[in-house]
């Protein structure tokens, strides 16, 4: 839960697979719709899928050590996604890298910190 609520704002309706750790999302504040798997790959009474992040992931996983898939691979998720969000957008990778970088606060010190989300 503390992953959860360090991305992902309250009130968002979350997608996940029925796995028995997820059965308290709700209690958290979150619309939580499941997909049980093991039936189809979407849920015909509330539309929910999951087809685009498992083919997201599936993707991000080929960039990934398969020997240490557990470890810090904020940068090979993001190697995936940046492409990806300038082609849903339109726009030109490099045009928008060039303006990602400049409305970076360098001074700052970026943290994934999940134990202070926890709190």
């Known amino acids: 839960m503390a992953v959860l609520r360090f991305w992902i704002e309250p009130v ?3 997608i996940s697979d029925c796995w028995s750790a997820y059965r308290e999302i709700e209690t ?3 619309t939580h719709k499941t997909v049980n798997q ?3 790959f979407v849920e015909m009474r509330t539309g ?4 685009i992040i498992e083919s ?3 993707h991000v996983k080929a960039f990934l050590n398969p020997n240490n898939r557990m470890g810090d691979n904020i940068y090979h998720l993001a190697h995936n996604m940046f ?3 300038c082609l849903s957008e339109n726009a030109d990778q490099f045009i928008k890298f060039v303006i990602v970088v400049a ?3 360098w001074c700052a010190t970026p943290t994934l910190d999940y134990s202070k989300a926890a709190k």
């Open 12 to 14: 968002t309706t979350v």
């Open 28 to 30: 958290h504040g979150y």
């Open 38 to 40: 093991t039936i189809g």
């Open 48 to 51: 929910a899928h999951m087809t």
């Open 56 to 58: 997201t992931w599936r």
């Open 83 to 85: 492409p990806a969000g």
């Open 103 to 105: 409305s970076m606060d």
